[in-house]
Every structure is written in structure tokens, then in C-alpha cells.
């Protein structure tokens, strides 16, 4: 896939793998450490940090290095323009997965501070590397990567569990992408859902229904397939499906970026 003119055409998008929070970030929750721990249980997307980890020869990963509960970098920043945010969802979390209280709402100048000091540079990391790729290819695919629980959790809005969802974007989806990231996964023998439970894909803020040189798609995977949700340890098919999304990145998504498919 990688070629002799700089960074490789595919960038992968991992937001919600951390676990750290900031002992000052720490000090605005309002619950204790038990349901602290409950929370990145149920809401951190465990290890798609290592499920998606392929060769720097095939893509660029741009990982978000905090927990979601922080400050959540798939959220758009303004809460007007946030569906999530009616349910204490924006991009910085005022409840939690059952909608209990999280936090007291930010001040507005915490909340600045708060994008200032994740939400921003996370994103300015993402256009940078999606920059790199345009330049060296003319053109690049963003792989959204994600988890999700085996069983809705209180604040979702869609019950369907399929093995895999494949989120698309209108304008940053061409049909031949779609096709080989719900084939590859079928041919699996797995269960694939488009933009269920879970829509879209995100594009830089810059490219986004802009550019149509910046392909996107999102891959969630089933927590139950590849960790115990219970626990949070990995499970006995944690390696296989490891395997099969190294495979699907590698080998089917890269070959459709190399095609002359018009972005």
C-alpha cells in the first residue's frame, strides 16, 4: 500500500481506546471511584487500540490519549450542533451511561479549557495526518474505529446488535468501499449492520462534505465477540478478530484505495 512518496494513504481514527483521566479533570466528577470504574467499563471502547493495530507501512493511527469521559473528540464541539448533547452527551459528558449525574456542567471558560487542552489538538493531529496522505497520494481513507456494548446501554436510541457495524457517510462513502468492508466481514460469517446501531463516519472538520478526496468509514465491532464486558478482560476470540480486521484493512479496504475509485 505504502509507496516511496511519504506516509501511507490510509488513516485510522481511535477515539475512544483511553482510559486515563487527569486527577484535575477527576476532581469535577461527582462519583466515587467504584462507579468511576463502572463507567470505563461500560463506555470505553477496550482495546480497539490493539484490535485495529496494523503496519505503519499500511496506515497512520491518530489515537486520542485520554478517556471520552474527559472530553469526547467524535462530538462536534457546539452543543446546539450535537444531537447528544439533550442527553448530558456533548462533548464534554455531564452523565453517565445510565444518565446519572457525571459532572456538574462546565463554566464556560472550563469548558474551553477542557477543548483546549484535548479536544483540539486531537483534531488538529487528525487533519495533519489526513494532510500527510493528500499530499503524498491525493487522496486518503479515514477508518473510524470503535466498539460497542453487547447490550444497549441506557442512552443509546438504537437496540440492534449486530457483530458489526459499518457506518457510512453520503458524501464520503463511495460504493465500492462500502461493498468490500460489509463483504469482507459477511464472508466471515458474521452479522453486519449499516449505520446501525451506530451512523456515519467522521471526516476532518476542514474536508468534511468538502472534499471528496478524503474517503470514509466506520468499523464498530461487538464487545462480546472479543472481550468478557463484565470483567473487561480480553476473551478466547480476542486474536482471531484481531486477525480478521488486520486482514480487512491490510488487504481489502487498502486495495480500494489503491483503485482509481473516484473519491
Do not use: W
Amino acid at each position: 500500500m505504502a509507496d516511496d512518496r511519504g506516509p501511507p494513504a490510509i488513516v485510522l481514527h481511535i477515539p475512544h481506546a483511553g482510559t486515563e483521566i487527569p486527577e484535575d479533570v477527576r476532581e469535577s466528577f461527582v462519583i466515587d471511584d467504584a462507579q468511576l470504574e463502572l463507567e470505563l467499563l461500560r463506555m470505553t471502547d477496550h482495546f480497539t487500540d490493539e484490535l485495529f493495530l496494523v503496519s505503519l507501512d499500511v496506515a497512520t493511527a491518530v489515537v486520542y490519549p485520554v478517556s471520552r469521559l474527559v472530553c469526547d473528540p467524535e462530538r462536534f464541539p457546539g452543543d446546539a450542533e450535537e444531537a447528544m448533547a439533550a442527553r448530558g452527551m456533548g462533548v464534554i459528558y455531564t452523565r453517565r451511561h445510565d444518565l446519572g449525574l457525571l459532572r456538574k456542567r462546565p463554566t464556560p471558560s472550563e469548558r474551553e479549557a477542557l477543548l483546549d487542552r484535548y479536544y483540539r489538538p486531537h483534531h488538529k493531529s487528525l487533519e495533519e495526518a489526513v494532510g500527510a496522505s493528500l499530499a503524498a497520494h491525493g487522496r486518503c481513507l479515514v477508518i473510524d474505529c470503535h466498539s460497542f456494548p453487547g447490550t444497549p446501554l441506557a442512552y443509546e436510541t438504537d437496540p440492534a446488535r449486530p457483530d458489526i457495524c459499518i457506518g457510512l457517510d453520503e458524501f464520503h462513502t463511495p460504493r465500492e468501499l462500502r461493498d468490500a468492508a460489509v463483504g469482507t466481514f459477511k464472508a466471515a460469517g458474521l452479522e453486519v449492520a449499516e449505520n446501525r446501531p451506530f451512523a456515519g463516519a467522521l471526516v476532518p472538520a476542514s474536508r468534511y462534505k468538502k472534499d471528496r478526496s478524503v474517503a470514509a468509514v466506520m468499523i464498530e465491532v461487538n464487545r462480546s465477540l472479543y472481550m468478557d464486558e463484565e470483567t473487561g478482560e480480553r476473551g478466547p476470540r480476542f486474536l482471531d478478530i484481531r486477525t480478521l480486521l488486520e486482514r480487512t484493512i491490510t488487504s481489502e479496504l487498502a486495495s480500494a484505495v489503491a483503485t482509481d475509485i473516484r473519491f
